[in-house]
C-alpha cells in the first residue's frame, strides 16, 4: 500500500527487505507508537500510524501524529479514510492528547480538503530535510 | 522559556505543576527522545527535543523530528539557534536518519526565512486539531 501512492512508488523497495521487519518490531515494541490496520474481509484496505509524542509545552501534554495513512485503492471513496482519522482523534481525546497533528504534502489538494473537513486547521508550514 | 514566546505566553502554566516533571521524566526515560539544552556560564540559553520516529516507509527508516526549539531572550541574534539547528541534523545524519521534519507556524516569518536558509524545504501543510 505504501508504493502504491503517486508520492510512495518512487522510494519504496522490495517489501522483504529485512529493514521493513525491523521498523515493524521497532513500532510494535513502542508503547507510543502504534500501526492500526483497518481490515475488511480478511484483507488488509487501511493503514495509519499514531505516535503519542511526549512534551513539556502545554503543561507536558501529549500530541498524537498522525503518519503514514494510506487507504487501499479497491476501498477508496468509501469513507474509509474519514473513518480512520475520526478513530484517531477519538482515541488521542480518550488518552487525553491536547493536540492531533499530521503533514500532508502540498500536493495533495484533495487530502487537504479532507483535512479542512475533519476540523483540523493548516496553520503550520511543514518542513522536510531529505539527508543524502 | 516556553512562556517567554509571543504563541507559548497564552498556553503555559505554573512551572512548578508536576504535569511538567512528568513529561520531562517520560522523555528521559524514552531512548528514542531528547530533550537538548544549550548552555552559556551555567545558565539554559537554548532547548529543543528530538524524537527518532520510527516508520515503515522509505525501507523502514526512522525521522528525527524537531519540537520545542527555544532560545533565551537575552541570547537572540548570535546565530545559536542556527548552531542549534544544525547540530540536530548531524546528530540526525549520524543516527541515520532519512529525514529531519518539523513545523513551524504559518505566522512566525522569520522562523521560515531561518529554516529556508538551512536547507529545509516547505513542502507540506502542517496540520493540527486542538482538542478541546
Redesign the interface.
Known sequence: M?ADDPL?AQ???DPN?P??????E??DA?P??E?IVAERDGKVIGTM?L?Y?????????ERC?I??VRVAAQARGEGLGRRMIQWA?DR??ARG??????????TRRDA?RF?DS??????????????G
Chains 1, 2 share one sequence.
Open positions: 505504501l510512495g522510494r519504496e523497495g527487505d529493514r521493513y521487519m525491523a521498523a515493524f521497532r513500532i513502542d507510543w507508537d500501526l500510524q505516535t509524542l511526549a512534551g513539556l509545552s502545554r503543561l507536558g501534554s501524529q503518519e503514514a482523534i488521542a481525546r492528547c491536547a493536540m492531533v497533528q499530521l503533514t500532508s504534502d502540498k487537504h483535512y475533519l476540523g483540523f486547521t493548516a496553520s503550520h508550514e511543514g518542513y522536510k530535510l531529505t539527508l
